[in-house]
């Protein structure tokens, strides 16, 4: 039998555990109940903690529920498996800690997951990733996105991201504002640009640069996305 929602006998004894060591009990007050998350979030936290050897505390609260991988349960559920979970790494006293580290092993999964069904797809012309690496760390979205661009090789390549560094290795950028084309060109030649917005968004040398000046602060830039692509095609 799959679970639903958490029985408000244990729900309680887990805010009661976790309340005074973080805010779990606001947020979740703060969630609609209308908020639902996939249950392959809800599956993967105990084997997060399965594998790292420090089950015991979450098994005590949740353990033995069944989530189906496709469906959709109350994002409450989640928060307060995820605080236990963090809990049962790092312990209770530092908790945020803990949430923090399955949150990042959480998205690691994911990425890899999705990028190795994608990478499936031997006879792909044109491949669209949307922020596919959204929350790792820079050095392991540099090397998958790495690893993307070997094994399309020669492929169009549509890529969305908010980080100006993935662009630069692109043959071509797209900068989008409020849903429009507001710039166009290669990175190297936008990024020389004086009066390139390109050249002014967050993250870019020419922005650090305008930073470090007190009596100029950077103008900014409502940007929604950049892409940009690699291969023969052209839009």
Not at 51 to 80: C, H, I, N, Q
Not at 91 to 108: C, F, I, K, L, S
Not at 147 to 155: A, D, I, L, P, Y
Request: net charge positive.
């Amino acid at each position: 039998m799959e679970s639903t929602s958490p029985s408000s006998f244990r729900h309680s004894r887990a805010i009661e555990l976790l309340a005074p060591y973080c805010d779990i009990a606001d947020r979740l007050e703060a969630v609609p109940p209308s908020a639902r998350v996939r249950g392959l979030y809800l599956k993967s936290l105990e084997n997060i903690v399965q594998r790292a050897g420090k089950a015991e505390l979450f098994e005590r609260y949740f353990g033995g529920e069944r989530w189906s991988a496709v469906r959709m349960y109350p994002l409450r559920d989640y928060m307060t498996r995820l605080a236990m979970a963090g809990a049962s790494l790092k312990g209770v006293e530092r908790v945020h800690e803990g949430m923090h580290d399955v949150w990042r092993t959480n998205a690691t999964t994911c990425a890899n997951s999705l990028l190795g069904r994608a990478m499936l797809r031997h006879g792909a012309r044109l491949v669209i990733l949307d922020e596919p690496f959204l929350g790792l760390e820079r050095d392991r979205r540099r090397a998958l996105l790495g690893q993307v661009r070997q094994r399309w090789t020669g492929r169009t390549l549509l890529y969305v991201t908010h980080d100006v560094h993935e662009t630069r290795g692109f043959d071509r950028v797209i900068v989008m504002e409020r849903g429009r084309i507001v710039e166009d060109g290669e990175p190297l030649v936008l990024a020389q640009m004086a009066a390139s917005r390109y050249r002014r968004l967050p993250g870019s040398a020419a922005f650090l640069h305008c930073q470090s000046r007190p009596h100029r602060p950077p103008r900014r830039r409502r940007v929604r996305w950049y892409r940009t692509w690699d291969g023969p095609a052209s839009i």
